[in-house]
């Protein structure tokens, strides 16, 4: 059984920042990526960012130069930096682990609003 638990998430302005953390804990075996979905109300869960095991990233298209990924000294750990946000970011922002089976966090409310 694998737990994931987010924090960071919060109401900021348009073109400020915010930092998303995310800690696994319990039976992770092959770690093989970790990263970060978002749901916006009325849309489908999408792929913000990802690391795989080996270091390589993924970004959406939309959140290229502006988010960045990265794994904690504890290997069991993933941030997201997020930089000039948009309205259009205000979402749920869930972690996302894949080791033999997929587990996701609860999620984090982002609102991107003035």
């Known amino acids: 059984q694998v737990q994931l638990v987010e924090s960071g998430g919060g109401l900021v302005q348009p073109g400020g920042s915010l930092r998303l953390s995310c800690a696994a804990s319990g039976s992770i075996f092959s770690l093989n990526s970790m990263g970060w979905y978002r749901q916006a109300p009325g849309k489908q869960r999408e792929l913000v960012a990802i690391?795989?095991?080996?270091?390589?990233?993924n970004y959406a298209d939309s959140v290229k130069g502006r988010f960045t990924i990265s794994r904690g000294d504890a290997k069991n750990t993933v941030y997201l930096q997020m930089n000039s946000l948009k309205p259009e970011d205000t979402a749920v922002y869930y972690c996302?682990?894949?080791?033999?089976?997929?587990?996701w966090g609860r999620g984090t409310q982002v609102t991107v609003s003035s």
């Open positions: 996302y682990l894949l080791t033999l089976s997929s587990s």
């Open positions: 690391m795989h095991r080996g270091g390589t990233t």
